[in-house]
């Protein structure tokens, strides 16, 4: 039997799968195809592949869970659940923290790998806040990352070997996100949040008269207002997610201008974009190196105005995104995410046997 991506079915596991939040509603919410299922970070893909994904839920009737926070109910829920799984696998590094330091004190017997997003954002930080991460992520199994970029010095920062931190390319769920036919004429659009993003650039970029969409975060909405003056830019925040793929199908270009981070931004955007074959443009940062591909983007310089302002104004280009969906499609999906950390689970399961 083999997978939706053509790969060998392996031997079942049961996986515990921790979140940073109460995701069951994510869950139904993707059985009903309301939202991608990269939102689960693969875990539906697990499922498809044979294996059980286990989450917490607080529900009504568990008094204690009622009384605690979420990251220790689901802690509470972990350590009662681990005897029955093989693995488990933490979707985010501020998910994975009470469930690594409890692994270092040998109270979680099962191995963990933890998919971080800012785990260098978050292991520089100051005081007790950094040293624990720092802690906690020494303690696990295995640590992914989405940006091969971050190996080195997360290696270093954690003391960990090179071969302990696995690059896994971030997969977006192509069967939520497809092309459209049909003639665009929506303008630019850009869309994004956290500290990776520079708005400020596009701003810079941007001519009097040219219609652009912008969807962020209130910090980056404060950062590229003042900027914005005699410009035709509209800002929005909180787009439901089927409301943002149509604004994506309309968008005669997705533009995401980047600036270096120490966390992982802008491939979810770009992916989903690529999938439905909107022409995107987009600055040449470390963080999304291991998705570009020049002969699909448009890949300019980050924080240069007049070359990110240029590369608006040529459509010659345009057509070459035709080949987003099908590079997407070789590389980039959901499927291929599980993929990588089924094999990882496999790897830790059968080093613990």
């Not at 939202?35 to 697990?46: A, I, W």
């Not at 960990?160 to 036919?181: A, Y």
């Not at 659009?189 to 001519?207: H, I, Q």
């Not at 999906?333 to 080093?351: G, K, N, Q, R």
Request: charged fraction near 25%; proline fraction near 5%.
């Amino acid at each position: 039997m083999t997978d939706t991506t053509g790969t060998p079915a392996r031997e079942h596991l049961r996986i515990a799968a921790l979140f940073v939040s109460d995701w069951d509603h994510e869950f139904a919410a993707v059985a009903a195809g309301e939202v991608p299922s990269h939102r689960l970070f693969g875990m539906r893909e697990l499922e498809r592949r044979g294996h059980t994904v286990l989450h917490h839920t607080r529900r009504p009737q568990a008094r204690l869970a009622r009384r605690v926070g979420w990251r220790l109910s689901q802690l509470l829920w972990l350590v009662r659940v681990q005897r029955d799984v093989d693995v488990v696998i933490a979707t985010h590094e501020a998910a994975a923290l009470p469930a690594l330091l409890l692994r270092r004190l040998g109270v979680v017997r099962r191995p963990v790998i933890a998919m971080t997003v800012a785990a260098l954002e978050a292991t520089s930080r100051p005081g007790v806040a950094g040293a624990l991460q720092r802690t906690a992520l020494r303690g696990a199994d295995a640590i992914t990352v989405f940006s091969s970029s971050q190996r080195d010095d997360l290696a270093r920062r954690l003391r960990r070997p090179l071969q302990d931190l696995r690059p896994v390319p971030l997969g977006v769920d192509t069967e939520f996100f497809t092309p459209r036919s049909g003639a665009r004429g929506g303008g630019l659009l850009s869309v994004g949040t956290n500290a990776g993003k520079d708005y400020p650039t596009l701003m810079a970029a941007l001519r009097p008269g040219e219609r652009c969409v912008v969807v962020t975060d209130a910090w980056n909405r404060a950062q590229a207002t003042p900027l914005a003056e005699g410009l035709d830019v509209s800002f929005r925040s909180d787009v439901p997610i089927a409301e943002l793929r149509e604004l994506y199908a309309d968008a005669d270009v997705m533009v995401l201008p980047l600036r270096e981070a120490e966390m992982s931004s802008g491939q979810t955007v770009l992916l989903e974009n690529l999938a439905m074959g909107t022409p995107v443009v987009i600055s040449d940062v470390t963080g999304v190196a291991d998705y570009l591909d020049p002969q699909v983007t448009n890949v300019v310089q980050a924080g240069r105005p007049l070359l990110l302002r240029e590369a608006l104004l040529d459509t010659s280009w345009h057509d070459r995104a035709r080949g987003g969906p099908a590079l997407v499609a070789r590389r980039f999906t959901v499927e291929h995410l599980a993929s990588a950390v089924e094999s990882i689970a496999h790897e830790l399961v059968a080093d613990q046997a």
